[in-house]
């Protein structure tokens, strides 16, 4: 259940930018073209903010998909319908209208970090902390930021289709651009490699981290800051005593924070009162408890159910979700760790609960990074395999674009096609 309403409000977040980024970048290239004497994106209606006529339900499902995955967030819209005949410079025309689209992602990018800015400059701490909601406006500022920055870097890749190989074509020679122009067609098929191969991110993490850092250094050191990043604790409950451990984003290292003996408090429920008051000292956003499920898929067994029953009772204490983690065999690898660190026996029991607690948040965490599982990946690659393919049975731009009889329709190109040699 706590993965579910995650999942809705990592869409609840990222959705606003997105769709923000992704329609006004197709506004900004009719806008543009409209400008420079081209009426047909007006005609067609699609110099609206209305999201209807831009969405494309293949780029939607795609958004959705990479959304729910924790992979980069990706997705497109409908692309907007351009005439190059109405351009007086048909070359150079073509690449500002190209540019209009990342250039608009770029100072969509700066807005939200104004608002950032303007939020945490000018309105009191206390009510960003009071005000779970409040939280979330800024998180989804600060998504608008990551979010534009890269759909204006991914955009300028001098790949066909995208607009980066718009402004190549205006800077080649006419005979090099019109061999350039050729890849469109395998365009598509080409970015989906890079993207799955991870080489497109060694050229867009690197322009992603310096550009967001622009944006958002009068941040870095904001006491606020530290609400962008959320918080894990774990537990490896037992009975007679409880390891606790902790990590402060995703990225970060899971440190150990101490054992709790249940021997030292008069009942169970001082002993969970005790590790409710730890969490909530830790300001934790999420609670990790490990879970011994059988490894043969059986039936959950006494310390599993006596576990559930605890996790239910914590949860009455505290306001944030607790999941659960497999802990099978975490035991016997936290004594295997903490042997070949050199720790001797007796300073190893002292701290084995800890150690586990470790374990089991850092498996978590992995779970949590993975880019996507089975289905989402299968899912992904047909959404983008069929697209490409659509892509490639629909070069007739392109050769009206570059053909030498400059002026001719596609109509008549069509009718070139069917008259008989």
């Not at 009510?127 to 534009?148: D, E, R, T």
């Not at 080649?172 to 061999?179: V, Y």
């Not at 021997?263 to 609670?287: Q, S, T």
Request: glycine share 6%; aromatic share 10%.
């Amino acid at each position: 259940m706590a993965s579910e309403i995650e999942a809705f409000q990592k869409i609840a977040i990222y959705s606003v930018p997105a769709l923000l980024g992704i329609i006004l970048h197709e506004v900004a290239h009719g806008f543009c073209a409209y400008r420079l004497g081209d009426p047909t994106a007006r005609d067609a209606g699609r110099l609206t903010v209305n999201p209807l006529p831009h969405i494309d339900p293949m780029g939607l499902l795609v958004f959705v998909v990479t959304t729910l995955s924790g992979a980069l967030v990706f997705g497109w819209a409908k692309p907007v319908p351009i005439d190059t005949r109405y351009f007086r410079n048909p070359r150079r025309d073509f690449m500002l209208v190209a540019l209009a689209g990342p250039c608009t992602n770029f100072l969509l990018a700066a807005f939200f970090a104004f608002l950032l800015w303007a939020g945490l400059f000018f309105v009191p701490e206390s009510f960003w902390l009071s005000n779970s909601w409040a939280i979330s406006l800024l998180l989804l500022c600060k998504a608008g930021v990551f979010i534009n920055l890269g759909l204006a870097w991914l955009n300028l890749v001098p790949l066909p289709p995208l607009d980066g190989s718009r402004v190549v074509l205006y800077l080649l020679p006419p005979k090099l651009a019109a061999g350039y122009a050729k890849l469109e067609r395998y365009g598509l098929v080409i970015l989906i490699l890079l993207l799955v191969t991870g080489a497109l991110h060694i050229v867009l993490v690197p322009l992603m981290d310096v550009s967001s850092r622009i944006l958002l250094a009068p941040l870095h050191n904001w006491p606020l800051h530290q609400c962008f990043v959320m918080r894990y604790v774990a537990l490896d409950y037992g009975l007679a005593r409880t390891g606790v451990a902790f990590a402060e984003g995703e990225e970060a290292p899971v440190l150990p924070v101490e054992t709790v003996h249940a021997a030292r408090f008069p009942n169970r429920h001082a002993f969970l009162d005790a590790l409710a008051e730890r969490i909530v000292a830790l300001r934790a956003d999420c609670c990790v408890i490990g879970l011994p499920i059988p490894l043969d898929g059986g039936e959950e067994s006494l310390s599993c159910r006596q576990i559930r029953n605890a996790a239910r009772r914590l949860a009455r204490r505290i306001a944030i979700p607790i999941v659960f983690e497999n802990e099978a065999l975490t035991s016997e690898e936290a004594w295997e760790t903490l042997r070949e660190a050199g720790i001797p026996q007796k300073k190893r029991r002292a701290v084995l609960d800890q150690e586990s607690a470790c374990l089991i948040l850092s498996s978590y965490l992995a779970g949590r990074g993975r880019v996507w599982d089975a289905s989402f990946s299968s899912l992904l690659f047909f959404v983008l395999f069929s697209q490409a393919m659509r892509a490639i049975a629909s070069t007739l731009f392109w050769q009206v674009l570059l053909k030498k009889r400059a002026g001719k329709s596609f109509l008549t190109l069509f009718q070139d096609r069917a008259s008989p040699a």
